[in-house]
């Protein structure tokens, strides 16, 4: 089992930038993809990026496209989550995931990970 912990919430002012961190133990972290996912309050948690474990490759969703980048640096087991011009509708609590299977990359579907972050606030006011 790998442990999440993430950083880098607040408020921001619509057009603003914040940058998440979320810093992994318990395992290898370079084995496996790392995801970013969002819940707003009296909403599913959705999807906002990926990163495969293997090159690099991301994976966004259409809403952050644009504005949100998505890196990991494997030497200090940490993704991040750039996020830039910042708009109201983004506000919610951000989540780190992990997948169970390593050596695996594409997934998408919160089902898919099963290890997960704490959370942090992002609040975006106009």
């Known amino acids: 089992q790998v442990q999440l912990a993430e950083s880098g919430g607040g408020l921001v002012q619509a057009g603003g930038s914040l940058r998440l961190s979320c810093a992994a133990s318990g395992r290898t972290f370079s084995n496996y993809d790392m995801g970013w996912f969002r819940q707003a309050p009296g909403k599913e948690r959705e999807f906002v990026a990926s990163i495969s474990w293997v090159g690099g490759a991301t994976r966004y969703a259409d809403f952050v496209k644009g504005r949100f980048t998505i890196s990991r640096d494997n030497a200090k087991n940490t993704v991040y989550l750039q996020m830039n011009s910042l708009k109201a509708e983004d506000t919610a609590v951000y989540y780190c995931?992990?997948?169970?299977?390593?050596?695996?990359?594409?997934?998408?579907?919160?089902?898919?990970?099963?290890?997960w972050g704490q959370g942090t606030q992002v609040t975006v006011f106009s």
């Open positions: 995931a992990a997948p169970n299977r390593k050596f695996y990359t594409g997934y998408t579907d919160p089902v898919d990970f099963g290890s």
